[in-house]
């Protein structure tokens, strides 16, 4: 399964709607938001993606029940805190936004989750770790290394992650 993973848009329209097109043209089969979007015009944009997505609100999200209401609104799976998003093959990619560091390394040592994405640090990244892969897509908006916005598509079925540089 193919999926496009984003996070820390802070209301970064234009670039949040480029980022989910080039998502979907890479033939993402979900996107999953690992926090900080704040606007529920961007919560619209998410919706219209065509495709499953997930949404986890971050430590900037100031206003969860307006963002929980378009995301019901828009049929996107939301969480406060994480979610557990289904890889199709009876296993399931962890996704939270990273400001709760205890949260962060409980799901990566569970050995539950494969894969364990968060955002919060916007800076891009790819650990492996004994249990999970540990991925950051980045940030669309103030991303800090590297210093472009960026997010990821991740191909689970041959467990490749690619970077993709947003304009």
């Known amino acids: ?24 043209d890479l033939d ?48 996107i799976n939301f969480s406060r805190r994480f979610l557990a998003v289904p890889l199709g093959d009876g296993r399931y990619l962890a996704a939270l936004h990273g400001d709760d560091e205890d949260l962060l390394e409980e799901l990566v040592a569970c050995g539950q989750f ?24 980045g940030a669309v908006r103030h991303p800090k290394h590297p210093e472009r916005p960026s997010a990821a598509v991740l191909d689970t079925a041959e467990d490749a992650l690619t970077f993709i540089e947003l304009r």
């Open 1 to 24: 399964m193919k999926i496009g993973l984003l996070s820390d848009s802070h209301r970064h329209t234009r670039r949040l709607r480029a980022a989910v097109e080039a998502l979907v």
């Open 28 to 75: 993402a089969e979900a996107i999953v938001h690992c926090g900080d979007i704040l606007g529920t015009d961007d919560v619209k944009i998410l919706g219209e993606a065509g495709v499953p997505v997930y949404l986890v609100l971050g430590n900037m999200d100031h206003r969860p029940e307006r963002l929980a209401g378009a995301a019901a609104e828009y049929g």
């Open 114 to 137: 494969p894969y364990v994405c968060h955002g919060h640090t916007h800076r891009a990244s790819d650990e492996r770790h004994a249990n999970a892969r540990v991925i950051c897509p």
